[in-house]
Nanobody, 126 residues
């Protein structure tokens, strides 16, 4: 059974950094996508970053490109989201999502992903 679980959220001041972790289990091959999404109160869920297990392809939304980096540690079966230069508008519930048995370039379409974590709250405020 494919499962993902987030950790690492918290409160940080504007301009600060935070790293989120997504622990993954149940993968049977390198053919998967993992992505980070976020949702602020009263707003729609927004795709942030994704990576493809087979191609090492990564993609970041325009709103975070140059500030956020998605990476993976295969030995720990964990995907990270390093968030730098955080802004108040980055505040939200960050969720990790996964899709197995897929390959090619990842995307930030919520319909692509069929396994979701519970989410980790990130609050950027002074």
């Amino acid at each position: 059974q494919l499962q993902v679980a987030e950790s690492g959220g918290g409160l940080v001041q504007p301009g600060g950094s935070l790293r989120l972790s997504c622990a993954a289990s149940g993968f049977t091959s390198d053919y998967y996508f993992i992505a980070w999404f976020r949702q602020a109160p009263g707003k729609e869920r927004e795709g942030v970053s994704c990576l493809s297990g087979s191609s090492f392809n990564t993609y970041h939304a325009d709103s975070v490109r140059g500030r956020f980096t998605i990476s993976r540690d295969d030995a720990k079966k964990t995907v990270y989201l390093q968030m730098n230069s955080l802004k108040p508008e980055d505040t939200g519930l960050y969720s990790c999502a996964a899709r197995s048995q897929t390959f090619g370039r990842c995307n930030l379409d919520t319909a692509t992903y069929d396994h979701w974590g519970q989410g980790a709250q990130v609050t950027v405020s002074s």
